[in-house]
């Protein structure tokens, strides 16, 4: 995936045993390429995310990093409303919870953003649109 630099090791060592681990065997490498095949049919970019369980897939971020950070987005919004919000504040919780994302692009953030909005945070929706 553009804009995230965790390599395939990183991924088989750190997290999704069933997606990322060769004990599983070819099944599993067969099933998670499908995922992205059919997603990348549907229209799904980093620009338009179609979900923010694939987008997780993607990052190797494990589910409940993703609730702990859906969790402080949802703290912020109570304190600032969608036009006080800028994109290094959603930066700086990912970071906090995944590390790895300290890496990512902006682009990268943009569409976690994107996709949480449409999926997890229909509060968040409007700062989201704001990004393009």
Not at 30 to 46: K, M, N, W
Not at 59 to 70: G, K, Q
Not at 95 to 119: D, Q
Request: proline letters at 3%.
């Amino acid at each position: 995936m553009k804009g995230c630099n965790i390599t395939m090791n990183e991924k088989k060592h750190q997290y999704g045993r069933l997606f990322y681990s060769d004990e599983y065997g070819e099944d599993a490498i067969l099933l998670r390429e499908a995922v992205y095949e059919i997603a990348e049919h549907l229209g799904d970019t980093l620009e338009n995310p179609i979900s923010m369980s694939l987008l997780c897939l993607q990052f190797a971020m494990p589910y409940n990093v993703c609730v702990l950070i859906s969790a402080d987005i949802t703290r912020l919004l109570k304190e600032k409303n969608t036009q006080e919000l800028e994109l290094s504040q959603i930066k700086e919780i990912m970071v906090k919870h995944f590390p790895e994302a300290s890496e990512f692009s902006e682009l990268s953030v943009r569409g976690f953003t994107k996709a949480m909005a449409k999926s997890w945070l229909v509060e968040l929706r409007p700062f989201a649109d704001s990004l393009g």
